[in-house]
């Protein structure tokens, strides 16, 4: 079974400058979560999908980030501005269900740095 | 606001002997998870605890959650060196996955 696929790995941009990064979850499982892991810090939640609609983005900073699912599979992450503190590790998870006893699978996550 | 707190948040132990990490996390649920990760890696799926009282173990890992006391433990046996990683507890409430600030296990020879 193929396993949760993120796209680049690796990004280096400028500050105000625009980035995006891709995730395909694994086939059939309908909800997907991206989190930012900060060097030395554990994984932060910024938004949380079921099929192709948000069910939490409260810690999404939603003047400069933003995600999209369409049609409930592939999903991007954008984030524009990047600022320096937005130098962090992005990972995409997904589970099979948003309320089963399921685990999550994570990515190799894309790893940013903003100069 | 939800918190989940491991301690000790670095732990150098000698290969063979035995440890523990403990999860403490501040709301009711009766879900949590043990990850592992390495350096550079993304995050490996250790252990899914889905009741009060539930154990599990893999090798020389063995997690435990108690529910009414808001606690986890992931007891090390025997420690060997293929066990240095990052481990972090994550706990699921309100349909989202809390992760706790992660102990960084160094296992020395």
């Known amino acids: 079974e193929a396993g949760v696929a993120q796209s680049p790995r690796y990004k280096i941009i400028e500050k105000r400058q625009s980035v995006a990064f891709w995730c395909n979850p694994i086939?059939?499982?309908?909800?997907l979560y991206w989190y930012q892991q900060i060097l030395g810090q554990g994984p932060k939640l910024l938004i949380q999908?079921?099929?192709?609609?948000?069910?939490?983005d409260s810690q999404l900073p939603k003047d400069r980030f933003s995600a999209e699912r369409l049609k409930g599979v592939d999903s991007t992450l954008k984030i524009q501005p990047a600022k320096l503190e937005d130098s962090a590790v992005y990972l995409c998870a997904s589970a099979l269900e948003l309320a089963g006893p399921g685990e999550l699978f994570f990515g190799e996550g894309s790893r940013l740095t903003v100069l | 606001e939800l918190k989940v707190e491991q301690n000790p948040l670095f732990l150098s132990m000698q290969e063979g002997k035995n440890y523990t990490i403990y999860c403490n996390y501040s709301t009711t649920s009766d879900r949590l998870y043990w990850y592992r990760q390495d350096p550079g890696k993304s995050l490996e799926s250790l252990f899914v605890l889905l009741s009060n009282g539930a154990v599990k173990q893999e090798g020389r890992l063995m997690a435990s959650l108690d529910t009414k006391a808001r606690l986890s433990t992931l007891h090390i046996t025997a420690a060997v060196h293929d066990l240095s990683a990052t481990y972090f507890c994550a706990l699921y409430s309100d349909e989202k996955l809390t992760f706790g600030t992660g102990t960084r296990l160094t296992i020395i020879p």
């Open positions: 086939s059939g499982h309908a909800t």
């Open positions: 999908f079921q099929n192709n609609g948000v069910v939490d």
